[in-house]
C-alpha cells in the first residue's frame, strides 16, 4: 500500500515483467491512495510554508495524519510496518528486504515538497527509510524500489530459488562477473575478448572458487565498507 499525491504513477514499472506478472496472478498487491482525498478545504491543500521560514513547502500533519490512520488496519489488530520514504532513514537494504517480503504487508508513505511535518512521524512512528545518499523530488520512485525489491522475494515471483542465495549484499558480498555466448566476441574497439577459461573447463568447483575470489576481490576493491564489516565479523567468529 502507498500513500502518495500521484497515485496514477503506480503500479508504473512495477505493472512489467516479473513484478507485473506477479502482481496480475495476484501474488502480490498494489494499492495506491491519493493524499490529497483527505485535504481539509475544497482547494485540496496539502502543504503549507514552514514554520521558522524557509524554501519549499511542507506536507501538513492533519491531511497524511488522517491518511495514515484511513489505510491502517484498526488498533489492537495485526499492524503491517509503516515506512516513510526519507533521505535522512536508515539505508533500505536487502536484509530489510528479506523482512519485509515475509511479512504481512507495507504502508509506504510517500513524501514530496520539502517533506513531511515532524509531528507526523513521531505521532505514527514511522520508520524513516532511504534509498540512498541522494535526493529524489518524491517517495514515489524510492517507494518503487523499495516494492520491487521485496517482490522479487516472493515465493514464485523469480525463476530459480538458488538465483536469491548468491546475489550482491546476500551475504555482505558484491556479485562475480557474468558471461554468456558467444565465448569469443570483438567489442567496438576490435579487441577480442574471451570468457575465462575456468568458466568453460566444466570444472564445477574450481568455477565456485573462481567465482568466491572474484566477490571478495570485486568487495574489496569497490566497496571498504562492506569488506570491513565482513572481516569484522569474520575476527568475531574467530
Ligand atoms: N528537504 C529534504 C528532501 C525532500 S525530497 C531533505 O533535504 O532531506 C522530497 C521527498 O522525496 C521526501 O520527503 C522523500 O519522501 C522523498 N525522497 C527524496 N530522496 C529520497 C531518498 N534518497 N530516499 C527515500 N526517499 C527520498
Redesign the pocket.
Known sequence: MALTLFPEMFPGPLGESLAGKALKDGTWALEAVDIRRFAKDRHGTVDDAPFGGGA?MVMKPDVLSDAIEAVSPKPGGPQVPRL??????APFSQARARQLAEGPGVLL????????DERVIEAHALEE???????????EI?AMAVMDCCVRLLPGVMGTAQSGDEESFEDGLLEYPHYTRPAAWAGPDGIERRVPEILVSGHHGKVAEWRMRQREEITRLRRPDLWGRRTAKRNEEK
Request: glycine content about 26%.
Open positions: 519549499g516513510l520514504m526519507s533521505p535522512r532513514g508513505v510517500c513524501g514530496r515538497f520539502e517533506g513531511v527509510v532511504s534509498v540512498g545518499d541522494f535526493v529524489l523530488s518524491g517517495g524510492a
